[in-house]
């Protein structure tokens, strides 16, 4: 099971920092991803972590702007948002990777109830 926190409404140029907790003992076995729903857009790969941590893959529009990062003796990713932008308004969601960071939702099995995120200009 995961649970995002951290969203909420914040001034372009402002961060936030979301967390994704994971239950179980096997957070640490698999990579990890960060993706986002706006309104009546398809849902698109943010961000994407391997099980060590060693590996970051990130989409073009948030290269430079996000982090992400994982502490696995919290069983615990994050993904620190700074200069944040009114087009990174949606709901953010964490998602457990069926094998290594993909950019495709499908490669991905278990998902977070996702967390708002609102930013106004």
């Known amino acids: 099971q995961l649970a995002e926190s951290g969203g909420g409404l914040v001034q372009a140029g402002g961060s936030l920092r979301l967390s994704c907790a994971a239950s179980g003992r096997t957070f640490s076995s698999y990579a990890m991803g960060w993706f986002r729903q706006a309104p009546g857009k398809e849902r698109e790969f943010v961000s994407g972590i391997s099980w060590s941590g060693a590996y970051r893959n990130y989409a073009n529009f948030v290269k430079g702007r996000f982090t992400i990062s994982r502490d696995n003796a919290k069983n615990t990713a994050y993904l620190q948002m700074n200069s944040l932008k009114p087009e990174d308004t949606a709901v953010y969601y964490c998602?457990?990777?069926?094998?290594?960071?993909?950019?495709?939702?499908?490669?991905?099995?278990?998902w977070g109830q996702g967390t708002q995120v609102t930013v106004s200009s």
């Open positions: 998602a457990r990777a069926k094998a290594g960071i993909s950019d495709s939702p499908k490669a991905y099995d278990y």
